[in-house]
């Protein structure tokens, strides 16, 4: 092999040749651009703070006019503060990928020694932290202003989120896996794929609204046992725990897919060498 | 005889019915800078591209430092780096940021004095904390290259490493590569357009036409065989297929 180049330090590296301090430094390297741009932090906070403010007033009005909804307190909000971490999570996984697009840098990156597995940490770690920067203070203001305190759901609000977080990060990985294969192209699918979800997976309603033939499709998505188990904590306070067994089930598959297609793309796109042709 | 530090061996790529790398053979001698030429679409790229991993070829074996890069790229990885002024750096970031964020992917032991030496070295101290999008070309070749050195690599691809600068930087770079081959014993894959650049740069020239090496050697070498007065006549004898008789004669 090699001869030993003493400039290298020893690498920290687990079983399957995954190094914590390769994914650490591209999390640092987006670290350093969230920190250097105020415009990316304030849309980080900005939907999030507008879908709040524009559902909260909604809840508001309707709980004056409707039994139901003065009962159910915070099923709207609780609603879209739990939709925003799926969808904010797969943006912030495919956004981080996309900034690597944006910046011509993915090139060097490629020809790291940064895994594929290493750079899918980094997405996901990533993933983490703009979700945290979104909602923390979203979740602040629905206190604040709304009264509703989606702290107050407990280990529930856990299972939800690891469900809904795992989801984006499905959502994610196939998304970057076709950003890989096809270039800008593809970069509408980053903000518009998870919007499939928002019909199907019943945000805002049971699942018994939709006609038979649809509430198939709405079951085998695993958003779908996350919302309908909000609604089940906050209209009767009953817990149920098979629905978030069930969520945790599909989404396993559904990350196994995204895994896997992820690995498909980049090995296609190494087989066709696109990943020199990273524009449009 | 020591080992090659590149051995490519029955190289081949098509894309579709376009056979852009047919059968490409060579090695490479550790310590030594090795340019590739060729017109547009001859293969360079692509050859280029497979040696670093970023193409999966049809056929063929890449040897690099005694790994084989099909089975193993991720074991040898460290020990390389890449330069191109068409690859940018993050331009939000610092230098000194993105010679940190890629002195920690490449395992760079005791890193902030490792930035300090580039930074002498190759004169960045004016703009080590200035985001690297408001830097002019040639401070950008230069984080560049400092960005290529981090990892003190022994295997070094360079493509066009002073496209764009004016002379007097241009032949700074230069010198500078110079200097670091023949002090690490590194050695450089180059890609170039710029022919004085090549014949000042390289130890051996392979001449690329339609996918295959049409011919190879030194430069002085090549410019004698051909009867030419400079690696520009000879690169378009080559690239208009006009010098092969002459050269073999």
């Known amino acids: 092999m090699v001869a030993v180049n003493d400039n290298r330090a020893p690498v920290a590296v687990s079983p399957g040749g995954v190094a914590p301090a390769r994914i650490g430094a591209l999390v640092l390297r987006h670290w350093y651009l ?43 909000i609780g609603a879209v503060m739990l939709w925003d971490i799926l969808f904010r999570g797969q943006l912030g996984f495919t956004l981080t990928f996309l900034e690597e697009m944006y910046s011509r840098n993915l090139g060097h990156l490629l020809v790291s020694p940064l895994r594929p597995a290493e750079f899918i940490a980094a997405l996901v770690v990533m993933s983490m932290i703009r979700v945290a920067i979104g909602l923390v203070p979203v979740s602040l203001i629905a206190i604040a202003y709304f009264g509703f305190n989606l702290y107050a759901m407990g280990l529930w609000l856990v299972a939800f989120f690891l469900n809904l977080i795992l989801t984006s990060w499905a959502l994610g990985l196939f998304v970057c896996g076709l950003l890989l294969r096809h270039g800008l192209g593809a970069e509408s699918f980053a903000w518009s794929l998870a919007f499939i979800l928002l019909p199907l997976c019943c945000v805002y309603y049971p699942v018994d609204t939709l006609p038979t033939w649809l509430q198939w499709i709405s079951l085998s998505l695993a958003p779908t046992y996350v919302f309908e188990g909000m609604r089940a904590l906050l209209i009767d306070g009953t817990v149920r725990p098979e629905l978030m067994l069930r969520a945790v089930t599909v989404n396993a598959i559904y990350f196994a897919i995204g895994l896997a297609a992820f690995y498909w793309f980049h090995r296609d796109a190494r087989l066709r060498g696109s990943l020199l042709q990273m524009g449009e | 005889m020591s080992a090659p530090a590149v051995e490519v061996i029955g190289l081949r790529k098509s894309f579709g019915p376009v056979v852009a790398v047919d059968d490409v053979s060579f090695s490479i001698p550790p310590g030594s800078v090795t340019a590739l030429l060729g017109g547009n679409g001859a293969g360079k790229t692509t050859t280029i591209s497979m040696l670093l991993g970023l193409i999966i070829p049809d056929a063929g074996r890449i040897g690099v430092l005694g790994v084989d890069m099909a089975r193993d790229r991720y074991r040898v990885l460290p020990f390389m780096n890449f330069e191109s002024p068409y690859v940018n750096l993050p331009f939000r970031l610092t230098t000194r940021q993105n010679l940190r964020v890629y002195g920690r992917l490449y395992g760079v032991r005791d890193l902030d004095r490792r930035i300090a030496v580039l930074a002498q070295e190759l004169e960045l101290e004016e703009f080590l904390d200035r985001p690297f999008g408001n830097l002019s070309a040639g401070q950008k070749t230069r984080v560049g290259l400092a960005k290529a050195l981090v990892n003190e690599p ?9 496209a764009s600068l004016d002379p007097d930087t241009a032949d700074w770079v230069r010198s500078h590569l110079l200097d670091y081959c023949r002090t690490r014993g590194a050695t450089v894959v180059l890609a170039s357009h710029n022919m004085l650049e090549v014949e000042r740069l390289s130890d051996n020239v392979l001449m690329m036409r339609r996918g295959r090496i049409v011919d190879e050697g030194s430069p002085a070498d090549l410019i004698r065989r051909y009867g030419r007065r400079s690696m520009e006549e000879v690169f378009l004898d080559v690239a208009r297929a006009s010098g092969q008789a002459a050269a073999a004669g």
């Open chain 1, 34 to 76: 969230l920190r250097s741009s105020w415009p990316r932090l304030l849309e980080i906070v900005y939907w999030p703070t507008v879908q709040l403010v524009m559902w909260g007033f909604l809840q508001q009005f309707l709980a004056g006019q409707s039994g139901f909804f003065a009962q159910a307190t915070g099923i709207l």
């Open chain 2, 154 to 162: 022994l295997v070094l691809r360079l493509d066009e490493p002073t």
